[in-house]
C-alpha cells in the first residue's frame, strides 16, 4: 500500500483544523491583531517598475537566451520552422545516439515524424492515462522531447507545466532533453509569464509549471558546476522562427 | 562656527600625535579646532558587548561635550558610526537624550568626509614618497559608506606609490571584545589580514580607525615585519611637512 | 574530519582553525562563491533597487502573515494538498511518521531541506525502520559521512573533492577518480533506483506562494523534481514564514535567491508544485502533504528587534562573505543554521536564551553579512541585540561584568579616564620592552598571544593640548568665503532633514 486510506486522511483534516486556528491565531496575536484580517495593500508587488517597462525585440530576445541558454551548458540552435526542427532533432539523436524518444503527446510534435523519419528508434509519446507505465517509459527513454510553453531571454529559460498530455517526467528523466520553442512564446522577463500563470484558473493551474535552464548541474563539489546530475545532462533548445 | 574634535578614547591615549595632525591640518583651511574635556569614549566597547547600561555613562559625555558644537570631528569610522547608527537606538528611551542623539549625529564626521564633503578639500598638497596601502576600515566603509573619500585624498599624494590591498574589504579581525574573547578566530584573520598587507610589499599601511591598525600593526610588529602604520591624517600631515621642508619653508 | 568537539564554539573553533583540510576546502569554496555572486550582481546593473524590492516583500508578508499563510493554507487545499501545523519541530515528524507508518512505507527519497534538519527527520523516520535517503549531491555525502549540514547551499562544504571521492568509493566498492563529473554520474546512477523504489518524496520549499497554494522550488540538480514527480506521497515541510504573496512577488525572489546563492541567474530548475497530480496526469504524487513548521519562527514577530530575521531567503550569502565563518566552518555553530544567520537564527528560535552558549560572540561585527544579504537584514545589529538580551537576563561572566562596570566607572568622568591613562603610563613601565608589551598575562593573555601592544606615549592627547592648541592658533589660515558660507547651509539645513552621507 502506497496511499492513504480516507477515513485516515479524514482524521488529519480534522486534526489539521483544529490546530490552524491556534497556529494562526498565535500568529496573529503576535502581530498585535486578534484575528486575521481583509486583503492588506500590497504596495510593493512584483518587480520594481524600472524592470516592468524593460523590453527587448524578437531577434534580442533570442540571442539573450540563446547566450544564457549555451552559458549554463546547454546547446542552442535556431530553426526556420517545424521541418527543420524535425531535421534537426534527427540528426542530434544521432549523434548522441540515442535509441529512444518519449515526447510529450501534442499535435506539434507529433507532426515532426519521428517514427516514419527514425523508424529504427522507440519512440513513445506521453500518454497520461497510464499512470506508472508512462513513467516507466520515459525513464528508459534516452531523449525526452518537449513543447515549451513560454521561454524567458533574460535566464535563459523554457517553461513546461504538466496535463495529461504533458507528463512531468519527459523533461526530466531521460538523459537528452530537446526543447522546442517557438519564437512567439518567447518573453524577456520571468514576470510576464509569472503574470501568465497567474492568470491561469484555479481548477485548471497546472500541478507542475517548471522552469529550467539549461542541463542538470550540481555545485556540491567544491561549487564546480558540473554538468548531469539527476536531471537531463544534455539540453537542446530549438528555436522556432 | 565651532568645530570640534572627538579624538576617541584610543587615540587619545595611544595615538597623540592623530589629534595634532587634524588640529595642524584643519588650521590651513580657517578650521579652529576646539577640544571639549569632557569627552571620553564613544561607548562603543560596552554597547557591542551588550552592556547598554555602561555605554550610556560613557556615551553621555559625548553628548554633553558637543552639546554646543556645529560641527564634530572624529579619526574614525568606528567611532562616528558609533554615534550615527546606535546613540538613536541607546537612548531611544529618553526622549532629551534622544534628541540630543539626533542632534549629534546631524553634525558628526568621520575625518576623511568632512575634509571631502565639508571643507571641498581633495589634494591637501601633501608630498609622501613611500610606498603605501590601504585597509578600509568595515565600520566606516560599510556602516558610513566611506568609500572614495580616502581615495581622493590618496589619489592627489604627490610621490606616493599606492598598492591596493588584496582582500581589502575583509575585516582584520579586531571587532572590540572579540579580539579577547574570540582570540583563536581574531587571531586567524588577522594573521591573514597581515599576509595580505605583506604581499603588497608596501612600506607604509594607512587607514581610518586605530582600532584596526592598533590590531594589525600589533601582528605585523609581532611578526617582527617592519611596515610603519599610520592614520591618513597623520600621513597627510607628514606629507604637507615634506613638502614644507622640500620648498624651504 | 569528525563532527567538531567542544561545549561552545570557541572551542569548537580551536578544533576547526587547526584543521588545514577545513580551513582551506572552506576558504576555497566560499571564495568561489562570493566571486560568482559579485559577478552576478554586477552583471544585473540595479543589485540594490532589487534588494530593496526583495526586503518590502519580505516586510509585507511578515507583517501579515496571518493573513497570507490562511490565503496558501486555502488554496493549498482547494488543489488537494492535505496540510498540518507543527507548532515544534516533534511536532512535524510525529506527523510524517504517522502518514509513513500509516502507508507501510519502506523508503522515503528526500530533496534538500534546511526545515528537515530542524526536524531531524531522517533519524525519525530511521527510528522506525524506514530508510531515508538524501539525493541532493551534498546531502548525500556529508549523510554518507554520518555528519550534518556545515552550510545552507552548499552542505558538503567542508570536504574538497578528495575527501568527496573518497566518501563514494566506499559506498561504490570501487576507486573513483576525484573528478566533479565521475563522482556526480556515480550518485546519478545510484539515487535513480532509490527514487523508482521509494514509497514517499520529501521536500522542502523555497517558496510558498500564498495566491495559488504553490511550492516552490528552487534546485540545481533536478533531485526536487524527481522527488515530486516520482513516489505516490509527496511530503514537503514548509517553515511557516517561507510566503509570499503572488507570482508576481517570485520574479523578485528568483532574481534574489540565485544570484546571492551561486551566482546564478536562474538555477537550472524552479518548479512551482501546485498540489497532487490531476486526476489525468501519468506521473506526480497522487497525494501531497504539506506540514507547516513554526519551531520558534513565532517568537520573532511583533519583536521590534528580531521580526526582520523571518526575512531570510536561506541563500548562504552571509555565510560565503562572513570572514569568521570563512575560518571556523558550519561545524564550529552549535545548531542547524551556521554562519552570521545561524549565529542569531538558533537562540533567537530558541527564545533568545541567554544560555545558547557564546555564539553571539562570534563575529566582529564587520557588517559584511548585512552587505551581502539580498533582503537586508541587519545581522550584525541582531548581534549586539542578542548581547544585550544575554546580559539583562543574567547570563554573563563574572569577569566580563566587571570589565565592564570598570568601563563605566572610569568612561562616565574625563577626569578619572585622564587620571586612569595617567597611571597607566606610569604602570606599564614593568611590562614594556622596546616600546611594546609583549607579555600575554591576564585578560590581556588573547590580544598578545597574537600582537604586541605599543606602550602608552608619555603624553595623552588631552593633557597635550593646552600647549598645542596655543602653537596651532598661530598657524590658522583665513577661511575661503564658499566653504564658510557652505558649512553655514549645512547647519542651517539641519533638522529639516537635511542630511550628510
Redesign the interface.
Known sequence: ?????PE??AK??Q??LE??K???G???G????SA?????E???????D??TSYELDREQQISRFMS?WQA?GGFAERASGMSEVSERICRILGELNAGSTIRQNLTELAQLGLEERLPELRHDA??????GA??RT??KADAGIVLADYAVA????IVVT???DK???VS?LPNILIAVIPAERMFT???EV??R??AIP?EQ????????????????????????????GVAYALIVG | MKVSLFITCISDALFPPIGEAMARLLARYGVRLHFPEVQTCCGQPAFNSGYWDEARASAQTILKAFDDSDFVIAPSGSCTGMIHHYYPKLFEHDPELLEKSHRLKEKTYEFTQFLVQVLGVTDVGAYFPHKVTYHPSCHGSRLLGIKEEPMQLMSHVEGMEFVPLPYAEDCCGFGGTFAIKMSEISGAMVEEKSQHVLETDAEVLVGLDMGCLLNIGGNLKFQGKPVRVMHLAELLYEGVKNREYAAGV | MSTPQGSNVKDRAKTALKDEFLVD?VK??TE??KN?KKAATAENG?WE??R??GR??RL?TI?????Y??RF?E?AR??GV????A?EAKDAAR?AL??AE????KSVVKSKSMVSEEVHINEAFESIGIESIE????EY?IQLANEPPSHI?????HK??HQ?AELLSKEAGETLEPE??I???F??RK??DK??EA?IGLTGCNFGIA??G?VVIFE????A??V??????QITLMG?ERLI????????M??LLPRSA?G???????????????A?????P??MHII?V?NGR?LQ??DPEFQELLNCIRCGACLNACPVYRHIGGHSYPGTYSGPIGAVLTPALNKNAGEWQDIANASSLCGACYEACPVKIPLHDMLVYLRNRKVERGYTAAGEKMAMKGFKMLMKSHKRFRKAVKAGQIGQKLLVRDGYIRSQIGPLGGWTAYRYIPELPKQSFREQWPDLVTEVEKSVQPMAADVKLRMEQIVKARGKGGQHA
Open positions: 500500500m502506497s496511499i492513504s486510506n485516515f486522511l488529519l483534516k486534526e489539521s490546530a490552524e491556534r497556529f494562526i498565535n500568529i496573529a503576535r502581530l498585535g491583531r486575521t484580517g481583509p486583503a492588506p500590497h504596495p510593493f508587488r512584483g518587480a520594481p524600472f524592470w544564457n549554463a506521453w500518454n497520461g492515462l497510464q499512470t508512462a513513467l520515459a525513464e533574460y535566464t535563459g529559460s504538466s496535463s495529461m507528463g512531468r517526467s526530466l522577463r520571468l514576470g509569472m503574470g500563470i497567474a484555479g493551474f497546472p500541478a507542475g509549471v517548471h522552469f529550467i535552464s539549461g542541463p542538470s548541474r550540481s555545485s556540491d563539489i567544491e561549487n564546480d558546476l558540473t554538468i548531469g546530475v539527476h536531471g537531463p | 576546502a576555497f569554496t568561489r562563491l560568482s540595479n533597487e532589487w530593496e524590492r518590502q516583500i509585507h507583517a501579515h502573515l496571518d493573513y499563510l490562511s493554507v488554496n482547494a488543489q492535505h496540510v498540518h501545523f507548532p506527523i504517522e502518514i500509516h502507508q507501510g512505507a539525493s541532493d549531491l551534498g555525502i547551499i552548499i552542505p558538503a562544504i574538497n573533492r568527496i566533479t563529473k563522482l556526480a554520474g550518485a546519478r539515487l535513480r527514487f523508482l514509497d495566491e495559488t504553490s540545481n540538480e533536478g533531485n523534481r524527481m515530486s514527480t516520482v513516489p505516490k506521497t511557516m504573496p503572488t507570482w508576481d512577488d517570485l520574479e523578485v528568483a532574481t551561486t546564478q541567474k536562474l538555477t537550472m530548475y524552479m518548479s512551482g508544485i501546485t498540489g497532487p497530480k490531476r489525468q496526469d501519468g506521473d506526480g497522487e497525494e507547516i513554526d513565532s514577530l511583533g
